[in-house]
């Protein structure tokens, strides 16, 4: 798999057809002895995709910090929703802790 690179920068004096532009290898398709690895369709949309769409640096610790702060909210949530019930039962807490004691 290849991809031209423009003549900005791709131009070397040492080159002289580089003027033009280059084809430059991106990925070959062989494993460690040379043999031909098969062209998987779903690997070559990957591979455009990336070199198209280059993730910009610190990507992936916002995306970790995105995830962590995800769980974080999910926890906070179920906490209230843990708390909204413990306080509607507050009568059931005190029996259970033996704070409470039923006159008959």
Request: proline share 8%.
């Amino acid at each position: 798999m290849e991809r031209w690179i423009p003549p900005a920068y791709a131009y070397t004096p040492d080159i002289p057809d580089s003027s033009e532009g280059s084809y430059e290898p991106i990925y070959v398709f062989q494993d460690a002895a040379g043999n031909a690895l098969p062209v998987v369709e779903e690997f070559v949309d990957k591979v455009i995709d990336t070199i198209l769409h280059p993730q910009l640096p610190g990507h992936r610790a916002a995306l970790l910090r995105s995830e962590e702060e995800t769980a974080l909210n999910k926890e906070i949530e179920f906490n209230k929703m843990v708390l909204e019930d413990q306080g509607r039962s507050w009568i059931g807490h005190r029996l259970h802790s033996k704070e409470a004691v039923i006159k008959l």
